[in-house]
Each structure stands twice: as C-alpha cells, then as structure tokens.
C-alpha cells in the first residue's frame, strides 16, 4: 500500500500563500497519478488539482486555476501545490491522493478513482 504524508498547512491570512507537500513511498511513484483534494466542514470531498505520469500533465478545479499549481518531483517522490491568492473559502483539510489505475485527465477529477489517501492537512484562510 503506498503511504502519503502530507504536510504544509497552517493559518495564513487573505491574500498570502501556502505550499503543500505530499511525500509518497513505494518504488512506482512515477507511475501514479496524484491529486489533491480537500473537505470543509459538512461538505463533500471536492477536488482541486491533480498532476498526470505519463506524460506528465496537470489538470485544476475552476476555483483553483489560476491561482494554485499542481507540481510533482519523482526523484523524490513528492507532489506540491502551490497555492497563491488564497481565500477564507479555501480553508479545509486538504488530502493528497494516488491514483495507481488508470490516465484519463477528466478521471483525475473523481475521488473514487484514487486509490490512496493521506491523512490530510489543514489549511485555515482568515478574511
């Protein structure tokens, strides 16, 4: 089973920036498809960005794009998201996820095709 770590969250105010980081184990990172997810209280598991493997492609929600980016390092078996601009509604947990079967950029989009999930972190937006 791939573990993901996440790490990177923290309080930052309206307008400033966060870098989250994913740290996978396991041999075949590079052959994963990644995302990152997050849930706010009460809400669904609502995507955010995810990044390909072969080749290498990134894919946003439309309230990400634009301000956020999805990056992936496989010599280190990391995947970051740079989140820039934020706002109070981005506060959530923010999961990072694997994705070991399949490559189509629309299915990135769709928790249940990702097969591995970290524990979260939480990033907390003040007005």
């Known amino acids: 089973q791939v573990q993901l770590v996440e790490s990177g969250g923290g309080l930052v105010q309206a307008g400033g920036s966060l870098r989250l980081s994913c740290a996978a184990s396991g041999r075949t990172f590079s052959s994963y498809g990644m995302g990152w997810f997050r849930q706010a209280p009460g809400m669904e598991r609502e995507f955010v960005a995810a990044i390909t493997a072969r080749p290498t492609r990134t894919y946003y929600a439309d309230s990400a794009r634009g301000r956020f980016t999805i990056s992936r390092d496989n010599a280190k078996n990391t995947v970051s998201l740079q989140m820039n601009s934020l706002k109070p509604e981005d506060t959530a947990v923010y999961y990072c996820?694997?994705?070991?079967?399949?490559?189509?950029?629309?299915?990135?989009?769709?928790?249940?095709?990702?097969?591995?999930w970290g524990q979260g972190t939480q990033v907390t937006v003040s007005p």
């Open positions: 996820a694997a994705r070991t079967v399949g490559s189509n950029v629309v299915g990135s989009a769709l928790p249940g095709n990702y097969d591995n």
